[in-house]
């Protein structure tokens, strides 16, 4: 098993940034899989960003060219940079995993972005 924590989140001006982290309770090298979600005000839980084990990297169209994900293994810790921030963002971020056949998720952290 994996814990998931989040952190980093908090209310920013539009065209503002943050950098939210999730800190894993064990060696994320070998989880291949790994990314963030959010879920806004009365939407649906979506992808905002995966990445492998291989560093691939996988963005949602409304997040591309604006937020980066990326891992650091021996942090065992997942990031993710979010640069012109827009009010439509507004959101719970939650950390996610792939590992041992299970899917782990993170207690999620709050964006809030005022315009």
């Known amino acids: 098993q994996v814990q998931l924590v989040e952190s980093g989140g908090g209310l920013v001006q539009a065209g503002g940034s943050l950098r939210l982290s999730c800190a894993a309770s064990?060696?994320?090298?070998?989880?291949?899989?790994m990314g963030w979600y959010r879920q806004g005000p009365g939407k649906q839980r979506e992808l905002v960003a995966t990445?492998?084990?291989?560093?691939?990297?996988n963005y949602a169209d409304s997040v591309k060219g604006r937020f980066a994900i990326s891992r650091d293994n021996a942090k065992n810790t997942l990031y993710l940079q979010m640069d012109s921030l827009k009010p439509e963002d507004t959101a719970v971020y939650y950390c996610?995993?792939?590992?041992?056949?299970?899917?782990?998720w993170g207690q999620g952290t709050q964006v809030t972005v005022s315009s």
């Open positions: 990445i492998t084990s291989g560093v691939f990297t």
């Open positions: 996610y995993a792939r590992a041992f056949g299970d899917n782990y």
């Open positions: 064990r060696s994320i090298s070998s989880i291949n899989l």
